[in-house]
Nanobody
């Protein structure tokens, strides 16, 4: 499913930023959704995810307590609220989607189960 991110930018350490993602086809409620990030020269890092039913969430330890993933079905939007940003959060952030395995699949997928990706949006945090 094609995904489109928005909301990246440059901020100072300690500030907040909110990213958004919308699928250009289907709806966010049809998939498990997630966020990843990548810096030059390194692999893509899992940030967190939200299940398609129940809105169960899971976060990487590096962002737990600072980042929040939410899904607005009415607006057909996935968001990543990032608070207390640190310079090490600087990266290109990607929205991702994973098809549920079945109606009873309430579990946030493992990082390697995400199959669709957005084009990415740059987040830069200065100290």
């Amino acid at each position: 499913v094609p995904l489109v991110e928005s909301g990246g930018g440059s901020v100072q350490a300690g500030e907040s930023l909110k990213l958004s993602c919308s699928p250009s086809e289907r709806t966010v409620g049809d998939y498990h959704m997630g966020w990843f990030r990548q810096v030059p020269g390194k692999g893509r890092e899992y940030v967190g995810g939200i299940s398609w039913i129940g809105r169960n969430t899971h976060y990487a330890e590096s962002v737990k307590g600072r980042f929040t993933i939410a899904r607005d079905d009415a607006e057909n939007t996935l968001s990543l609220q990032m608070n207390n940003l640190k310079p090490e959060d600087t990266a290109v952030y990607y929205c991702a989607a994973a098809p549920p395995k079945g109606y009873g699949d309430y579990t946030v997928p493992k990082p390697d189960e995400f199959t669709s990706w957005g084009q990415g949006t740059q987040v830069t945090v200065s100290s």
